[in-house]
């Protein structure tokens, strides 16, 4: 956008009055306060064909998530503590993964790490799986070593 003094400027090179450039600044104002952008009625068909392949991605998306945690989880049965191999993320039901940001908690790579937690973390990860956090810090760390596949014997 231009200046005023700028504007001026140039209304003097083009013989514009300042009449002139007044009416331009309000014409430009007014043009850049239209509002929102609102699709013509043609096109509702359209929009809504949209917001159902959209729903059905978003579909899509919470299976993968699931299968994915299912996987890990299996994948970390197999692992025994962690040691040897280390356990597999499991992401959050969301689908984010809780070692990333904006969660930044430790990887749960063994059981010698999800013992290590401290209460906070742990109640952290038990939220973002959707489960019930137990009072006591053993039993949130063994709801953790059981869901994301460490089998508790």
């Not at 597999?88 to 990333?100: H, I, K, R, S």
């Amino acid at each position: 956008m231009l200046t005023i003094s700028r504007r001026l400027a140039i209304a003097e090179l083009n013989r514009a009055s300042i009449d002139d450039v007044g009416r331009a600044i309000l014409y430009e104002s007014s043009a850049a306060d239209i509002g929102p952008v609102v699709a013509p009625p043609w096109f509702a068909p359209v929009q809504q064909q949209l917001n159902n392949i959209h729903q059905q991605l978003n579909n899509i998306q919470r299976q993968l998530n699931r299968t994915d945690a299912k996987g890990s989880r299996a994948l970390n049965a197999t692992n025994g503590e962690g040691t040897f191999l280390p356990f597999e993320v499991v992401l959050f039901v969301d689908g984010t993964d809780p070692t990333a940001p904006p969660h930044n908690l430790p990887a749960l790579t063994s059981t010698v790490v999800i013992d290590g937690l401290q209460g906070v973390q742990a109640t952290d990860y038990l939220n973002g799986y959707n489960i019930a956090v137990p009072h006591l810090i053993d039993n949130r760390l063994n709801a953790l070593k059981v869901y994301i596949g460490r089998r508790m014997l």
